[in-house]
């Protein structure tokens, strides 16, 4: 396990578990990512709801943030990064990771302020957000 960010004392962090796909390209010069509303690349994924599987999980949200289904291939690793949220409230993002592939456009994604964007291999680590989500990158590149 990776821990990412800085814990603050004194701040009660909530743990949220979460699932993220890393998707690249046959050539593995691009890898997928969502960008946000506010101009944000994330890997998509996100928190397990309502007791999910990882794969329940995965399989919702890239319908919901990309609208393509996936197929989920080795686990990366579990991946923590302590950080604030967007209401300012302290997170801790238990990540676990996998290498998945795209199948089939099944309906455009339900999450209208995100936009599916491929990101260079020699950009991503300048332009994703959370730096566990680029160890997770990073590590799928050599398997």
Not at 32 to 42: A, D
Not at 78 to 86: D, E, G, T, V
Not at 101 to 114: A, R, V
């Amino acid at each position: 396990m990776k821990i990412f960010g800085e814990k603050i004392e004194n701040l009660n962090y909530k743990n949220i578990p979460s699932v993220y796909a890393v998707i690249l390209n046959n050539a593995k010069e691009k890898v997928l990512t969502v960008r946000n509303g506010k101009g944000h690349y994330f890997l998509p994924g996100g928190g397990i709801e309502n007791n999910e599987s990882d794969q329940e999980c995965l399989e919702r949200e890239l319908l919901e943030e990309t609208g393509y289904s996936v197929s989920i291939g080795n686990y990366i690793g579990n991946a923590k990064q302590y950080l604030m949220s967007s209401k300012n409230e302290p997170i801790l993002n238990d990540g676990n990771f996998y290498i998945c592939i795209l199948l089939e456009k099944i309906n455009n994604q339900s999450e209208e302020d995100h936009e599916v964007v491929w990101l260079k291999i020699d950009e991503f680590e300048h332009l994703l957000f959370h730096d566990h989500h680029i160890w997770a990158v990073n590590e799928s590149l050599y398997r």
